[in-house]
């Protein structure tokens, strides 16, 4: 994680730099290849920025951003005042820490318990079919959640058919936060054991053979040794989930939402789409993403301290 | 911001050595012998994972393949196979909202896998010669839209204000590319072999050329694994139809047709002429509907048994480089 090194071995080794300009023409072609890159991102990155404004305005897409009447901060006094607004917020922390309880462990799990498998072969197997769902789209994803736990679905199927009585879990809203992380489970927590493989394989095995010399059994060998060589990459990928604390998936939620009703399902993600866009009143649907965005930038801020009072790098060092 | 700094420090490093695989498949002589009940919890957590992975993809596959007769009986999703018959796919494929489907998703996933390649491919190869002009400048210029953007509605706005709405570009050009992917391919091209290079430009070959017959030939593990991501994520676009292009129901790529037909349950339009109007007959729907569900998927597993083992390579640069 943290051996980056900033210098690389020829610099200093090599004369002085020539003048910028003998520079740009022997890298013409160089900054030639970067040109498309840099034009998307100005116009569907940084343009986009500047288009923040808007959330300071009452915006009217007849009068565009240049002719649109300022607002000051009447879309944000308009904001707080909001209960659906708070309640998306409330969704958002209490869906991201669910998932983080239920979701953030299991690759680590999963990693480990792989990583005990000695054959090759079924290890690859097990990879190549965890790693798959990572690739199905989310409509693909919750197609498949519906067929088999949907009130038509395979589950109250078999439940019907053993008068066990129907449990609908799709349009639950008391067990969706259940559901949802179920979901990135099922999808994504496969995929997420990548790193940690990657991690459980940098560790050194003199370390184990030398500390089952010593006696140590297979507990204490993952307790003492496998534990701390995960150390690093749990503290980033917790950083990581910290920072991204209020974004906790976006169509998951945006295609659910009619099933389980907006109180239950609704994000900042989603809130900021359907009272912008759907509604049409995009000034205020880009104040709340922009405060998203404010407090996103804070909880990264804060989660990269948090890793460095652990001793640990985060995503940039001290 | 310090962040900058690290993350410019991070892409600049060079690629990390591949982590060497495990070649033994025994245990090692200090490991004590395993525990028949470790075994058994181990295989049937494992057998688990496969299993909850593994049967929903195989009742939507037997259930697209039964009969009428099958479904019925089974009351639903038919879970043994009991009369097998690709009736569902014929009438799917004579059906013109699935065939434009079909083609539109395949069309905007080459055209914008093409699009994101070539754009990644040079815009990383161009920021990967050490000491280039402003490539620091440029870096950072990529790097700061990994913590800042103008959010769902600015871009929205940006783009129907360029005449996107409805139009094919917008499901490509605003999210043609990741600049993560373009950091790890980065930091693969700076550690191709400086002398290869350096000997191809004492030959007379320019940066073009170097690119084209050097470095991507070097490379090709790394480029096949970020075209599977760029063409998985064009695949899928769900999520910019929705945005521009809602009620062009003749644009629709397979997904949003999936949500419409499938997840949310609407009948299929123009069901008096189209295949799935006289088709219900024969067919049944669910039948129908699964059919399109495997539809959906048979692109990915027909790539992606090709990429799967690059895996390691490509994501490992990216997760390790945080």
Known sequence: MTTATPTRPDRGTRPARPHWRVRLRRDRSLILMTLPAVVLLLVFNYVPLFGLVTAFQEYDPLAGIWYSTWAG??????????????NAVQNTLYLSFVQLVLFFPVPIALALLLNSVLSQRVRNFIQSVVYLPHFF???LAITIFQQMLGGAGALNHFLRNNDIGTWDVMTNPDTFALLVSAQVVWKEAGWGIIVFLAALAAVNTDLYEAAAADGAGRWRRLWHITLPGLRGVIV??????????????????????????????????????YYGIATGDYSYGAAAGLFKSVISLLLIWGANKLAHAFGEDGLYRR | MLTIERMREVAEAPAPRPVRRRKRNTRPA??????????AVKGLTLGGVLLVMLVPLWIIVVTSLSTQGAVTRAGGLVIWPDGLTFEAYRVMLED???????LVSLGITAAGTVVSMVVSVMCAY??????????RFLLTLLIVTMFVNGGLIPTF??????????????????????????????????????????????????DWRILWSIVLPTSRAVTAVMALFYGVGYWNSFFNVMLYMPTDSEKWPLQYVLYTYVNRGNGMPGSVNSGF???????????LQMAVVVLTLVPLLIVYPFVQKHFRTGVLTGAIKG
Do not use: C, K
């Open chain 2, 277 to 287: 109007g006289t088709a219900f007959s024969q067919t049944a729907p669910l039948s």
């Open chain 2, 30 to 39: 200090w490991e004590e012998p395993p525990t028949v009940a470790g075994e």
């Open chain 2, 96 to 102: 013109t909202t699935v065939r434009t489907a079909l």
């Open chain 1, 137 to 139: 789209s989310w409509v």
């Open chain 1, 73 to 86: 901060l009447d879309q944000f006094q308009r904001l707080f005042g909001d209960a659906n607004f708070w």
């Open chain 2, 126 to 135: 161009g920021l990967s010669r050490s000491r280039s002009f402003a490539h």
């Open chain 1, 236 to 273: 980033l990928m917790l950083v990581l989930r910290l920072g991204n604390a209020l974004t906790v998936g976006f169509e998951q939620f945006l295609i659910q939402r009619n099933a389980v009703g907006y109180d239950t399902a609704d994000v900042l993600d989603t809130f900021s789409f």
């Open chain 2, 157 to 206: 706005l940006v783009v129907t204000g360029l005449g996107g709405y409805g139009q094919w570009w917008s499901l490509i050009l605003p999210s043609a590319i990741s600049v993560f992917n373009i950091l790890i391919l980065r930091s693969f091209y700076s550690s191709t072999s400086a002398d290869l290079i350096e000997a191809a430009r004492i030959d007379g070959a320019g």
